[in-house]
């Protein structure tokens, strides 16, 4: 596709429920980022792909937070046992290199989620 | 902790004026920073990127500079209009292997006609 695609774009649960938010990048690209971003910030980082590989995850809040990329390709970040205060927006980008060092990150529109 | 402060107050300014938004960060040595633009309901956009060796950057009528003594990069727009109402983010990047990216919270700018 011609940008980074988020679905759902918007995704409402109730507490306690499980969700998946999927992310498709740029094709080729092999850098893929999660952030959360809530109301009048900046993006947070959650989790970084080099690959298939989580190379950084310092960012995920808790063990309820998950993400995967099986195939270097299409990203799945997944919630166990929602609550109230992960309702934000999830915001997924790609670049074309993670290790490089001045890439540009290109973005999606993000799922908002809400959880009840 | 790591620190990136950006504006917190919305800035309008008239069109036609130069708009400048600050960053400043703390307990950081970023490999590079970025600037983005977000529109409401949209993901950040890139604009531009300044290495740590870089004193400034330009971009038609976008202009960065990067003082890694004061901590502190600047975000000139000139000759503003109303379409460059919009959050603009600063983001580091630190090279601590991996280049993470650090978000700053964002500065709303309005352009008046």
């Known amino acids: 596709g011609a940008g980074v695609s988020q679905t759902p774009s918007n995704k409402v649960t109730e507490k306690g429920k499980y969700v998946e938010l999927r992310c498709d990048p740029i094709?080729?690209?092999?850098?893929l980022y999660w952030y959360r971003q809530s109301l009048g910030q900046g993006p947070e980082f959650l989790i970084y792909?080099?690959?298939?590989?989580?190379?950084?995850d310092s960012g995920l809040p808790n063990d309820r937070f998950f993400a995967v990329r099986p195939e270097g390709s299409v990203s799945t970040l997944k919630i166990q046992r929602t609550e109230r205060g992960d309702s934000a927006v999830y915001l997924c980008?790609?670049?074309?290199?993670?290790?490089?060092?001045?890439?540009?990150?290109?973005f999606g529109p993000g799922t908002r989620l809400t959880v009840l | 902790s790591q620190k990136i402060e950006q504006n917190s107050e919305a800035l309008n300014i008239q069109e036609g004026k130069t708009a400048t938004l600050t960053c400043n960060y703390t307990?950081?040595?970023?490999?590079?920073l970025q600037w983005y633009r977000q529109d409401p309901g949209r993901g950040p956009v890139f604009l531009l990127l300044?290495?740590?060796?870089?004193k400034e950057k330009r971009k038609e009528r976008l202009k960065v500079t990067f003082d890694t003594t004061l901590k502190q990069s600047l975000f000139h727009i000139t000759a503003s209009q109303p379409a460059d109402s919009a959050t603009y983010l600063c983001?580091?990047?630190?090279?601590?292997?991996?280049?993470?990216?650090?978000f700053g919270t964002g500065t709303r700018l309005k352009v008046l006609a």
């Open positions: 980008a790609s670049s074309l290199t993670g290790s490089g060092r001045y890439n540009e990150q290109f």
């Open positions: 094709s080729g690209h092999t850098a």
């Open positions: 792909f080099q690959g298939t590989g989580a190379a950084d």
């Open positions: 307990n950081y040595s970023p490999a590079y």
């Open positions: 300044i290495r740590e060796n870089e």
């Open positions: 983001a580091l990047v630190r090279s601590s292997g991996t280049y993470k990216y650090i």
